[in-house]
Every structure is written in C-alpha cells, then in structure tokens.
C-alpha cells in the first residue's frame, strides 16, 4: 500500500529564505508527483507536476525534483516571501491502471515571517 | 470562471440526515474525483468517474456514500444517514484525461461539512 510522508510538518524562517520540503514515498511505481499548495479554508492548488520519467520541473521560484528509484521528491522556494505562507501537499498518482488517484502526504505548513 | 466549481461552500446538517454535495468540473474535462480531507490530514480518495460510470469507488467508506455523474459532467455526491465522523472538507477535482502518464488534477474550493 503507498503511503506518502512529509517532513517537516512544520516550517518556519524569515522572509527571504531559500527552503526545501521533503515528501516520500513507499511504492515507487506511480506515474507522477504532484505538489500543491493550500491556502486556509481553501482548495489546493496547482504548482508542479512532474511525470515519472522527468527528474526535475521548474516554475517561477519554485523547482520540484524526483527520484523514483529512491522514493523522494523535494520541493525548493527561492526567495521565500510572506505571501508563500501555506500548507504544501505532496501526492503521487498511484499506478492503477485507468485511476490515476492521488495519494497525498499529510503536509508541511510554511510560514515566510516578514 | 473556468475553475472546479462545488456547491455549498458549507453545509451543516443534523446527524441523521440525507446531503448532496455538488461538482461542477471544468468544460470538457472527462475524468472527476472525489476526495475528502479531515482536519490536520491530506486529501483521501473516495470515488472517480470516467465519463458517467464510476470506475473506481474503492474509497468510498461505507454504503451510506454514493456518488453520481449522469451526464458526464456535474456530480453529486450522496450521503445518507450522516453521522458525525462525515464531518470533513469534500473536495473534488477533474482532469482533461485518464489513464495515461500525464494527468493534472484541478481541485475545486471544496465544500464543508459540519454533521451536528
């Protein structure tokens, strides 16, 4: 069964900060990794996704990495602003054939202190 | 707006009761989930529709849950009996595709349920 962890569940630096959150996983067969941010009492939103034969994706100040072999993805904020401040949730699309259903880690709640 | 749409953004309801939660995904999107999140936890997988039929409920945790899609776009997800362990954060997501490698799941505000 795939189960996805998140260190550290809590996070808290100064604005502009470089930082990176850690996410792993158990079963290394998935077809992709997706990061997401959540604002309180929102919905999740969108940052990254990266297919399970690509190593890295890039976006803004934001670049996710992947090592499937290994079961570890990261993501690194550059720059970090207060505007940053949210909860991040890794998920992996778990190799089900026609499912595609994200198994999500429980979080890293971000802080970025101006 | 060209987002995932639900419908109520909150429910309360008394523990017994019947509610419908509802999903409008994005035009032309033929895969739609549903998941639910508890507070402090991640999303959890409940059910996913392909088109109208659903191909995978395997998250569904009992048989008071029960979802629709009749036409291959708004769902309705079913609850009967609420009890007041159903109080959670019902998200639903859709993507453009399924069951190929790249598949982007877009996720809608979410709606709030709250069983007294």
């Known amino acids: 069964k795939q189960e996805v962890t998140q260190i550290p569940a809590a996070l808290s630096v100064p604005e502009g900060e470089n930082l990176v959150l850690n996410c792993s996983f158990t079963?290394?067969?998935?077809?992709?990794l997706q990061w997401f941010r959540q604002d309180p009492g929102k919905g999740l939103t969108s940052l990254l996704l990266?297919?399970?034969?690509?190593r890295e994706q890039t976006s803004g100040r934001l670049n996710a990495s992947l090592d499937k072999s290994s079961g570890r993805s990261t993501l690194y904020i550059a720059a970090s602003q207060p505007g940053d401040s949210a909860t991040y949730l890794c998920?992996?699309?778990?190799?089900?054939?026609?499912?595609?259903?994200?198994?999500f880690g429980t979080g890293t709640l971000l802080a970025v202190q101006p | 707006g060209a987002g995932v749409s639900q419908t109520p953004s909150n429910k309360v309801t008394e523990k017994g009761k019947y509610v419908e939660l509802r999903c409008d995904p994005i035009?032309?999107?033929?895969?739609l989930y549903w998941y639910r999140q508890s507070l402090g936890q991640g999303p959890e997988f409940l059910i996913y529709?392909?088109?109208?039929?659903?191909?995978?409920d395997s998250g569904l945790p009992n048989d008071r849950f029960f979802a629709v899609r009749p036409e291959g776009s708004v769902s309705t997800l079913k609850i009967q009996r609420t009890e007041r362990g159903d109080s959670a954060v019902y998200l639903c997501?859709?993507?453009?595709?399924?069951?190929?490698?790249?598949?982007?799941?877009?996720f809608g505000p979410g709606t709030r349920l709250t069983v007294l």
């Open positions: 997501a859709s993507s453009p595709f399924s069951g190929i490698v790249y598949n982007e799941q877009f």
């Open positions: 079963d290394s067969a998935i077809y992709n």
């Open positions: 990266i297919q399970s034969s690509q």
């Open positions: 998920a992996v699309d778990n190799y089900g054939g026609a499912t595609n259903k994200l198994i």
């Open positions: 035009s032309g999107h033929t895969a």
């Open positions: 529709f392909q088109g109208t039929g659903a191909a995978d």
